[in-house]
């Protein structure tokens, strides 16, 4: 049963199982040769995406995760890009390491995170997005593994949140106007 704040569902169950198999089998044909990939997981939006993905990636993965923060209580962003949690891993000179992001919005976090791991040294800094809303770009930004390009919508659902909530939705939808006027 639809969640009762969901106004439409924007993205199927069925959709996202074929988008994460599909993504699984370009990550394991380009790194097929690689000896230490790393999929580095941006909490908390990247829990559900990253967790269906890694199950279905076949060339070895070790894992990692940071939490960064662009966005403030809502869904507007502050611009601004904190790291609230770092990598565990400090040596990153052997790592060909893939960040794993749920959505892209302006793309600051992402041009952010992706020149940060490079001064950490990394071998190699990739990117991969389940949601892309490319018209929202301030940043410019092209990511290396897309999922779906999405409009102008704020979505919840599949690890992503309003004010914390509906993470847990197995589906991605677009919330009714009135939970946001709360
Ligand atoms: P960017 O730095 O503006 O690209 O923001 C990316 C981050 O903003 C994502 O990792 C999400 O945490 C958050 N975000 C952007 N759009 C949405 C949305 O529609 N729903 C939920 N979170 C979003
Ligand atoms: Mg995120």
Known sequence: MLNQD????LVSE???DRTVTRIA?????DYKDAEHLVLLCILKG??????????RIT???????????SYGAGTVTSGRVNIML?????DLGECDILIIEDIIDSGRTLSYLVDYLKLKGARSVK???L???PSRRVVEFTPDYVGIEIPDEFVVGYGLDFAERYRALPYVGVLKPCVYEK
Do not use: N, Y
């Open 131 to 133: 949601l892309d809303k």
């Open 59 to 69: 060339v070895p993965v070790e894992i990692d995760c940071m939490k960064v923060s």
């Open 25 to 29: 089998a370009e990550i394991d044909r």
């Open 14 to 16: 069925e959709e996202l």
């Open 127 to 129: 990117t991969c997005t």
């Open 86 to 90: 770092d990598l565990v891993r400090a």
């Open 6 to 9: 969901v106004e439409r569902i």
């Open 46 to 55: 990247s829990i559900v995406f990253m967790g269906d993905l890694m199950k």
